[in-house]
Structure formats: C-alpha cells, structure tokens
C-alpha cells in the first residue's frame, strides 16, 4: 500500500554468503533523516533567513571602502592613510 507512514522497507535483505545485509534499515533512516532535515530548513532556517534580511541595519561594505592605490587592499572611503601599508592616500572627493 502507497499511504505515507506505513510503508516499511525494514524487512529488505540481501543474502550474500550466507551473511544477511539488511538494507531496508538505510532506506528507512535516510527516509526519516531527510524529511527531518526538509521540515527543520523550510520551518526554521527559511523564515529566520527571511527575518534577518528584512531587520538588517548595516550598510553595504562594497559601497563604502575605495582601494589604497599602493597595496591594492580596501580601506574605508574617508580615509586618508591606509591602515595595511600607511601610506597616505587622496580621499574621495
């Protein structure tokens, strides 16, 4: 019968030299593993990414560094000596 939650593959076996390997057991964990792992990712990890994405406060990094011309690192846009090399720098005008 196809009805979810009765199915049971604990009982498939293979006889290999007479030693039974008893995959069915697998088939069942990996089931159980997966639909875990399927209900705790689109029931907590989803909506929380959601959440943190839309209360986020901080400003894009990219936006507000420019690139020392000597060492070639970011550093903020206002500043005037580089923090890696300290090597004055024009600031951005």
Known sequence: ??????TDFSQLAITISGSDIRYGLFINALIAFLLVAAALFFLVVRPVNTLMARRKTETD?????????HCVSNIPSTASVCAFCTRDVATAS
Request: hydrophobic fraction near 35%.
């Open 61 to 69: 990094v990219e936006a507000t560094t420019k690139e020392c011309p």
């Open 1 to 6: 019968m196809a009805i979810p939650g009765s």
